[in-house]
């Protein structure tokens, strides 16, 4: 019988292994997770702690027990520390015995992840965590509770710093985010990011820029310029490290820590396929330019491909990713598709910009959206879009990626049939004005 590995049973592994069971009933499936959950929804874990998800079990897709009852074996607290991929064979550490063995496979399937980077300063301190599995959120709610916080640091401005910033403040806690540089959430354009400092001074969130924690003393945090705050809580996102060491002496090829996958799901050995946060792939519109997304669609997406490439079917491929992606910090929203600011660089391209309200602007409630394209001046193709406002900025930027995925251009915007009525959009919707001022800048290059 055929047998497959999956390391790392939470978004891209166990999604794989149930596609793969659902396509073939009688190949064997074993995940082995270094953790002690298994197949949960990381991205919500922020709003359980302002409330906005309820119940914890709401998280959980899936358990061991029910994994078993389709016939797939998982193994938590199970890490697999070494590739052999001549022979073969993982070596697997087990946490609860302390005892390791070697496992043999026919496919291997690498969903490893990435863990939380670490600041020396902070790391040692006991009212420190980060937010990056299940266990971390049941610490971090229960420091809470036991301690009655009412004071927090967060270090960073990603995503998490972000989500969590604005979940603490739901949950009556006074932030003080510190940034290590001038400028925060840096997936947006500088210009673009001005709704972030509006709604950290309508929140009473306090934003420390150019700063970082040089020590931590007590329940106090001594800062780079000499000031002391309060931080009987301090959350750090700082971003991640690709989980990838074990396989150092694989064989496998990796960049930078990540895993390189073909159009298949591929590493260079035929028999391993990769995804999740670890995998390098590349822009689906712009293929020559590589990207890594730490992000659930992208997760889930691969995980179909290889299941049905290991199913037998090799017309599912990979296309590659646009990075589509969205946060929302209380009122307001950011959105982006397409290559970095810095990518851009190297392309021919112009800008396009549209800001008007995103409904007809007698409506009360209407408000500003502001979008900006980067167009590619030899094929009019949308090499990056970003959206900021309130409503309606998740469905402009869906709009433009799936556009973009299908080959459009952004000339084509003007017959993007927009369902209209006034409290959803204008006549000409901010899509369609894209549109048209393109049309009209390409005519004066």
């Known amino acids: 019988m055929t047998r497959v590995i999956v390391v790392g049973g939470v978004a891209g592994g166990a999604t794989a292994a149930s596609q793969l069971r659902r ?48 016939n797939i074996f998982v193994k938590t607290e199970h ?26 496979y026919d496919y291997l399937i690498l969903s490893p992840g990435g863990s939380p ?24 709610v229960k420091f809470i509770e036991e301690n009655n916080i009412k004071k927090a640091v967060l270090v960073g401005s990603g995503y998490i ?37 509006e709604a950290m001074t309508e929140q009473g969130v306090t934003l420390k ?19 002391t705050i309060d931080a009987p809580l301090i959350i750090t996102g700082v971003g991640i490290t690709p989980n990838t060491k074990f ?29 999740g946060d670890a995998v390098m792939t590349h822009f689906q519109h712009v293929p020559e330019k590589t990207t890594q997304s730490a992000l659930a669609w992208p997760a889930h997406r691969l995980a179909h491909i290889i299941a049905n490439q290991l199913a037998g079917d090799r017309s599912i491929t990979h296309e590659g990713l646009l990075g589509t992606n969205i946060v929302k910090f209380f009122d307001y929203n950011i959105a982006t598709f397409g290559l970095s600011e810095k990518d851009l660089a190297e392309i ?54 799936a556009h973009t995925r299908l080959g459009g251009t952004v000339y084509d915007l003007i017959n993007i049939e927009i369902g209209y009525s006034p409290p959803f959009s204008s006549p000409k919707d901010v899509i369609n004005m894209i549109g048209y001022k393109a049309i009209e800048k390409a005519e004066d290059l």
């Open 23 to 70: 396509l073939n009933p009688d190949i064997e499936i074993v995940i082995y997770e270094r953790y002690r959950d298994i197949s949960y929804g990381s991205c919500g874990m922020p709003y359980y702690i302002g409330g906005d998800v309820e119940k914890w079990d709401s998280l959980t897709n899936m358990t061991p027990e029910k994994f078993r009852d389709r």
């Open 79 to 104: 890490e697999i520390t070494a590739v052999n991929s001549k022979e073969n064979t993982v070596t697997v550490y087990d946490k609860n015995s302390d005892t390791e063995f070697t496992d043999s």
């Open 117 to 140: 980077k670490k600041l020396p300063a902070v790391k040692d301190a006991a009212q420190t965590f980060s937010l990056h599995k299940l266990a971390d959120l049941d610490y971090i």
């Open 161 to 197: 710093g972000l989500e969590v910033t604005e979940n603490l403040t739901k949950r009556g806690i006074k932030v003080t985010m510190l940034q290590h540089d001038e400028r925060i959430y840096k997936n947006i354009e500088e210009d673009m990011n001005g709704v972030l400092y």
């Open 209 to 227: 820029l150019n700063t970082e924690i040089d020590y931590v003393d007590g329940g106090k945090a001594v800062l780079s310029k000499g000031e």
């Open 247 to 275: 396989l150092n002496s694989s064989n496998i090829t990796l960049k930078d820590g990540l895993i390189p996958i073909n159009k298949n799901g591929q590493t260079n050995i035929d028999n391993i396929y990769a995804l």
């Open 348 to 401: 021919p391209h112009f800008t396009v910009d549209q800001k008007q309200k995103n409904k007809s602007g007698y409506m009360k409630d209407a408000s500003p959206i502001h979008i900006r394209v980067y167009v590619s001046k030899d094929s009019g193709l949308i090499l990056r879009a970003a959206v900021v406002g309130t409503e309606g900025v998740d469905k402009r930027i869906d709009v433009l990626s």
